[in-house]
């Protein structure tokens, strides 16, 4: 009989991870040799006389000192860090410092298990799991000096191999991702030299693909976005995903011209460029209502231009919709303006004036035209012509291509270059697996990660069993979320009428607000996620080999909460006495407050 090629590839295979298998066994033999066959890894912590908050780059120092190029950290100690054979991550949104300690009977297990809980801060002012996610997998890039040149340049990294199969198949990440690494752009933008692309920008391509920019759907209905086709009470549509085999554009550029109407501002052109600049789609389109001023001097539209125009709004979104998929990344500048006067949604958006930081803070947005002389070198927006809508898309367009190939430090004048976690664990020999979300997994697993996508918990926890027991991974990250799914949909079934009202006339009282009104209340269904959470990581634990680590991060707390709260305040109480402001903006600060305090455990089996 003769063996086929294939049979020939899976025992070579199996000889290569029996050889992996005894090379690990052969190097904890070693550290034996060195600490005796009775010694053990342990996790100690220092005694302070007040214990501090750690934070998300405290523990990614952690993953770094165990498992790569770290420095020791001064909130932990590891005794005999090289006897510990692997480090599992369980990150469990949701789960705040205060809900701990008041629920702590529900989660005895991962007490007992992990120990202690640290205090961890989250990111200030967080809205969504993301704003932890990008803290905890963004390192900042290490400088060397070349010789040579005598210049420094950012460290060069192994370029990563392509995703996993399984991720491939089913989504277009690495289309997403490497459909960019020889873009030019068009004869229509000046400088074409300046975006040839290096083999460092590829790299930073790969661990940051487009889609780690786009905005999540928290971010989107915190900025005011359009999420369902009956926003604002009118009918919008919605992008629908790309036919199996047919072809859409990855990335478009969009910009809208409005004049005003008895209605306010209506849509009166539309402007789609693709990612070299060229243009998809331009048209004019005639309003519902009269117009009443061509606001000339910011639209660029004049009553000649619109005499003759008859396109109505649906014919233009029909026109969009076949150069639009779902899976197509919108880019702009303020998208939300834009999507609401063309009455559309569209969930996958990069929005340059949330991209790039304003010098004053969060609060405030970049103009368009400061980016683009800025970055871009290049004066848009300026004269008494008004706006170009095909200008001001290509413009953005340009600043999101730029972002993407410099990565996400790039035009943040206290950033640094960032390289992607996984990937300078995997650069240290470090073989990465991630059970994750699909979304998570092509924002952050990239290069050799082995992705594993899931949507539930009990199927992550059953990968993640499995995937701690083998001995070539070293870092395995899985996502619990029913928690933080749990309070998702409580702030959303909280949004009823009913609640708004009630909350609204609480606060018009001349009493104070109590927090603990507004607060999430101690349901039996909270209760019993939190037993269920207690008993994934009690199997998680048990499933783990002798000298494995574990570490289980919260990331932060009720966020949902917050994001109803600030938008309750934004859209009920901006025209209520200053008073009762000032006693809103101090109960939602203590509910910020308690959200960004999240919990942190660390520990290692015996």
């Not at 992008?239 to 199996?244: G, V």
């Amino acid at each position: 009989m003769v063996a086929t090629s294939s049979s020939i590839d899976v025992g070579e295979q199996a000889v290569d991870k029996a050889q992996d298998d005894n090379d690990i066994d052969i190097q904890k033999s070693r550290y034996f040799d060195v600490y005796g066959p009775e010694a053990r890894a342990e996790i100690i912590f220092p005694q302070a006389e007040k214990e501090t908050k750690i934070t998300t780059e405290d523990i990614q120092g952690l993953v770094r000192w165990v498992l790569a190029d770290g420095t020791m950290p001064n909130w932990v100690f590891i005794k005999n860090k090289p006897l510990i054979s692997k480090l599992i991550f369980a990150y469990i949104p949701g789960l705040d410092a205060a809900t701990y300690m008041f629920h702590s009977k529900y989660l005895q297990s991962l007490t007992r298990l992990c120990g202690k809980p640290r205090a961890l801060l989250a990111p200030r002012f967080i809205i969504d799991s993301n704003q932890f996610l990008d803290a905890f997998f963004s390192v900042k890039c290490k400088k060397r000096k070349l010789t040579g040149d005598g210049k420094y340049h950012t460290v060069q990294m192994t370029p990563p191999s392509n995703m996993p199969q399984e991720i491939n198949q089913q989504t277009f990440y690495s289309r997403e991702a490497d459909g960019l690494i020889n873009l030019g752009l068009s004869e229509k933008f000046p400088k074409r030299n300046e975006f040839h692309t290096g083999g460092l920008e590829r790299e930073i391509k790969k661990q940051f693909p487009p889609s780690y920019y786009t905005l999540t759907e928290a971010e989107m209905q915190e900025h005011r976005f359009p999420l369902s086709v009956d926003s604002d009470g009118q009918d919008y549509i919605e992008t629908q995903p790309a036919d199996r085999g047919s072809f859409y554009h990855h990335m478009v550029g969009l910009d809208c011209e409005m004049c005003y109407t008895k209605d306010g501002l209506e849509l009166t052109r539309v402007s789609l460029v693709d990612e070299k600049g060229q243009v998809l789609l331009d048209s004019l389109v005639r309003p519902l209502n009269p117009i009443t001023d061509y606001n000339t001097r910011f639209s660029g539209i004049t009553h000649e231009m619109m005499a003759n125009v008859t396109t109505t709004i649906e014919d233009i979104q029909m026109e969009i919709l076949k150069i639009v998929s779902a899976d197509t990344i919108l880019v702009g500048h303020s998208l939300e303006n834009d999507l609401r006067s063309l009455k559309l949604v569209h969930r996958r958006v990069i929005d340059t004036a949330l991209l790039y930081r304003h010098p004053r803070g969060l609060l405030f947005r970049p103009a368009l035209r400061i980016l683009a002389l800025q970055f871009l070198k290049r004066k848009i927006q300026h004269g008494n012509g008004g706006h170009n809508s095909i200008e001001d898309a290509r413009a953005a367009m340009e600043l999101a291509l730029l972002k993407i190939r410099k990565g996400p430090g790039f035009g943040n004048s206290s950033a640094s270059l960032k390289e992607n976690l996984l990937s300078v664990l995997s650069n240290h020999g470090n073989p990465c697996s991630v059970i994750d979300r699909r979304v998570m997994l092509q924002r952050y697993a990239v290069g050799p990660t082995h992705s594993l996508p899931c949507t539930t918990d009990d199927e992550a926890l059953l990968k993640v069993k499995k995937e701690v027991r083998n001995k070539q991974r070293r870092f395995v990250w899985v996502q619990f979320s029913d928690l933080q799914q749990y309070h998702e949909e409580n702030a959303r079934n909280l949004d009823s009428l009913a609640d708004a009202a009630r909350l609204t006339a609480l606060s018009t009282c001349n009493r104070v607000v109590d927090k603990e009104i507004v607060k999430r209340s101690s349901t039996t269904e909270l209760k019993q996620k939190l037993k269920v959470l207690d008993e994934r990581v009690e199997e998680l634990h048990n499933a783990l080999d002798s000298q494995s680590m574990l570490v289980v991060v919260s990331g932060h707390g009720d966020i949902a909460m917050v994001r109803r709260l600030r938008q309750l305040t934004k859209d009920k109480l901006l025209d209520k006495e200053a008073s009762t402001q000032k006693t809103w903006a101090s109960v939602l600060g203590e509910i910020q407050a308690e959200a960004e305090t999240a919990v942190a455990f660390v520990c290692v089996k015996d």
